[in-house]
């Protein structure tokens, strides 16, 4: 049925997209990676975390940055605000900071990276992000935030195509 | 597939704790490992699909959140990667309006 065809185009949308990361690092690599600190609270304690949420209304916590991602699953997550011309936004790089990348799955109670927050608030990883921008509601959700989605005007003046 | 049939014991642990957990009418659970770098036989990053009627009235964020705590323990450990699409049945029986995949996501421009 059609129905499932677009369950599985998304799904495998999803899966393509996981293959587009870049340099995707072993996981024996991501697990040993050093950076260690021994800080408690620091940059993962639920302060730190709380301030880096509410510093922008688009942050994402990633693997990589938007201009070099590094996991397929960050990637789509950039992929997706760049199809909405959302470039301006806060992101942050896990694997740079052990405590925050521990910190964010605490502070969400989400098990994994990317996470996307819009106007402090968490609203999912990749997988969301995708479904949302899909049905509509990541336009709809924006357009709260003030932000007019580039596939607006898009749909507006297509001789800029 | 890889594993045979019922893939791994990963992939069995996922199919028994979604179907105890959620009781899904339709149930899909899919090895990804390989794709992202994974020796044969890696059991480290999957996808589900999952149509269950605990999803009702539901948001997205929430329907994910039923999922990860039915596999709260293999998150905590080696299950380091998981996509989830929930489904309630009416959502998997109906025929949606679902817009195209965006073009981006489907090819590399770079």
């Known amino acids: 049925g059609t129905m499932r065809a677009a369950v599985r185009i998304g799904w495998r949308i999803g899966a393509a997209a996981a293959l587009r990361g870049r340099a995707v690092r072993p996981l024996s690599q991501a697990a040993g990676e050093s950076g260690g600190s021994e800080s408690g609270g620091g940059s993962g304690s639920r302060e730190a975390v709380e301030r880096l949420v509410r510093e922008h209304p688009v942050v994402v916590f990633m693997k990589g940055s938007p201009a070099q991602p590094l996991c397929g699953f960050s990637n789509a997550v950039v992929q997706i605000l760049r199809l909405h011309g959302v470039e301006d936004y806060r992101a942050h790089d896990v694997l740079q900071d052990p405590d925050l990348r521990q910190g964010i799955k605490d502070y969400s109670n989400w098990p994994t990276i990317p996470q996307v927050y819009l106007n402090g608030e968490f609203v999912g990883g990749c997988d969301i992000l995708l479904q949302m921008h899909q049905n509509g509601d990541l336009v709809e959700e924006l357009k709260k935030l003030g932000i007019r989605s580039a596939l607006l005007d898009a749909e507006k003046d297509q001789e800029k195509k | ?110």
Do not use: Y
Not at chain 2, 6 to 17: E, N, Q
Not at chain 2, 93 to 106: E, H, K, R, Y
């Open chain 2, 1 to 110: 597939a890889a594993g045979g049939a019922m893939g791994g014991p990963m992939a069995r642990t996922i199919h028994a704790k979604l179907t105890a957990a959620l009781q899904p009418t339709h149930l899909e659970v899919r090895n990804d490992s390989s794709r992202h770098g994974g020796p044969p036989g890696a059991e480290t990053h999957f996808g589900v699909l999952v149509v269950s009627g605990c999803f009702a009235g539901l948001p997205l964020l929430q329907r994910h959140r039923l999922v990860h705590e039915a596999l709260r323990a293999e998150l905590a450990g080696p299950l380091h990667a998981l996509q989830v699409i929930a489904r309630t049945p009416q959502q998997w029986q109906s025929d949606p309006q679902a817009p195209p995949a965006p073009p981006c996501l489907g090819g590399s421009k770079r």
